[in-house]
């Protein structure tokens, strides 16, 4: 089975920075795309961003130029570097494959507050 662990939230003051992590297991190969997803309450679980085995990456318009997705093949991890964050960015986030695996992980909790 694929499980999806996401670590690393918290709660953190407008402007400030955070870094989630996750740890992905389960797969008989490795996957090729890796993203990120969000949700906050009552509303529907929105794309963040996505990166390749090959680097290549891509974000979501609301969080282009303040966060970066980062993967490590060999660990299987997938991490996300948040930076200026905004009131906006509170949400629960997840990781999960690109195309999606069903199997979506309880997400890590992420509250920009003062």
């Known amino acids: 089975q694929v499980h999806f662990v996401e670590s690393g939230g918290g709660l953190v003051q407008p402007g400030g920075s955070l870094t989630l992590d996750c740890a992905a297991s389960?797969?008989?190969?490795?996957?090729?795309?890796m993203g990120w997803y969000r949700q906050a309450p009552g509303k529907q679980r929105l794309f963040v961003a996505y990166?390749?085995?090959?680097?290549?990456?891509n974000y979501a318009e609301s969080v282009d130029g303040r966060f970066t997705i980062a993967i490590n093949n060999a660990k299987n991890t997938v991490h996300l570097q948040m930076t200026a964050l905004k009131p906006e960015d509170t949400a629960v986030y997840y990781c999960?494959?690109?195309?999606?695996?069903?199997?979506w992980g309880q997400g890590t909790q992420v509250t920009v507050s003062s």
């Open positions: 389960g797969f008989t190969s490795g996957t090729k795309v």
């Open positions: 990166i390749t085995s090959g680097g290549t990456t």
């Open positions: 999960n494959t690109i195309p999606q695996n069903p199997n």
